[in-house]
């Protein structure tokens, strides 16, 4: 048994799993989470670098994360930086920098990456997988999607559509002026219908990770807390997210906190259920079961299959 920590640091959170591999029964064992709002992707998409205060932010969760991954006596920490990290002309200054105050070393993974680890993460431990799935993954700063079997990625893609790059490409207040909702919505669109047609072949069966999802899924069943054990592998139907949106959309910030969501993502979440809509919408998605799992989980999946290939 190997006991490892994942880290997914993505645009808008950086998220820590805590596993213990065992390679001799194949099985991934959860010993600890934690997830931190880090934005680290603020402003990148227009200046295209991490300022000062992102990277400080981002220092201090791993720093953390670090004294958490000793306290449990982790053998190795495994840390990836997504869409932020590879928009950013100086991505290698805050690599070498995060190394040298914390001692982890992150990889910069490209978007395929991303979305494959993805895919088989979100259905890591999962009972009854369809022969064929589709799986979305809406982060801060990109949309991954990928089709496959549980043994293969048969398709994927990488979109620079995300909740906090599009928010501020967009939004200049909420609720969204009308005109700026529309905006987002064709620009979305567009996006969508001259990529996702391939995974029309698997909308019958999709799931969704990230925040975006899992926020929906609280709100959609009245829970004002995150509980993992409610939301994981819950069925989000269409007219659900449909409705929630209408909702957003008459919003402000304040009355978007009191729903029960978190201030690190209340200011996007508008934004990441406009595109969670747009992709339901346009391929005729009637239900998508939410995970709770992702990036980290592949992470560790990927550790694991190493792990029995050496033994």
């Known amino acids: 048994m190997k006991r490892v920590s994942c880290i997914d640091i993505g645009t808008n959170t950086a998220l820590l799993l805590i596993a213990d591999l065992e390679p001799e029964s194949g099985t991934i064992i959860p010993v600890y989470h934690k997830q931190t709002i880090v934005r680290l992707g603020k402003n990148v998409d227009a200046k295209k670098v991490i300022d000062h205060e992102a990277l400080q932010r981002l220092i201090d969760c791993l720093s953390d994360y670090r004294r958490t991954s000793n306290k449990y006596d982790t053998e190795e920490i495994i840390a990836t930086g997504t869409s932020a990290l590879r928009d950013a002309k100086n991505h290698l200054v805050v690599i070498n920098e995060v190394a040298r105050e914390t001692g982890i070393t992150i990889q910069c993974i490209s978007g395929q990456d991303e979305a494959e680890l993805t895919f088989f993460g979100a259905v890591a431990g999962m009972n009854d997988i369809p022969e064929l799935f589709a799986v979305i ?65 698997a909308r019958e069966h999709v799931y969704g990770v990230a925040g975006t999802l899992t926020t929906i899924a609280q709100v959609t069943q009245g ?89």
């Open 137 to 201: 993954d809406i982060g801060g700063g990109s949309t991954e999607i990928s089709m496959g079997s549980s043994s293969a990625v048969t398709e994927s893609i990488s979109l620079d559509i995300g909740s906090v790059r599009l928010t501020e490409r967009f939004f200049t207040i909420l609720p969204p002026h009308q005109q700026e909702f529309e905006a987002a919505k064709a620009f979305i669109n567009e996006k969508f219908t001259s990529n996702i047609l391939p995974f029309f072949a």
């Open 223 to 311: 829970m004002k807390n995150f509980d993992a054990l409610k939301i994981h592998n819950f069925p989000l139907r269409y007219n659900d997210v449909h409705a929630f949106l209408e909702k957003l959309q008459s919003c402000n910030l304040e009355q978007i906190i009191n729903l029960g969501i978190p201030e690190g993502r209340a200011d996007v979440i508008t934004m990441g259920t406009l595109i969670l809509h747009q992709f339901m919408r346009l391929l005729g998605i009637d239900e998508i079961r939410v995970s709770t799992q992702g990036l980290r989980f592949g992470l560790a999946q990927k550790e694991l299959l190493r792990l029995q290939e050496s033994i």
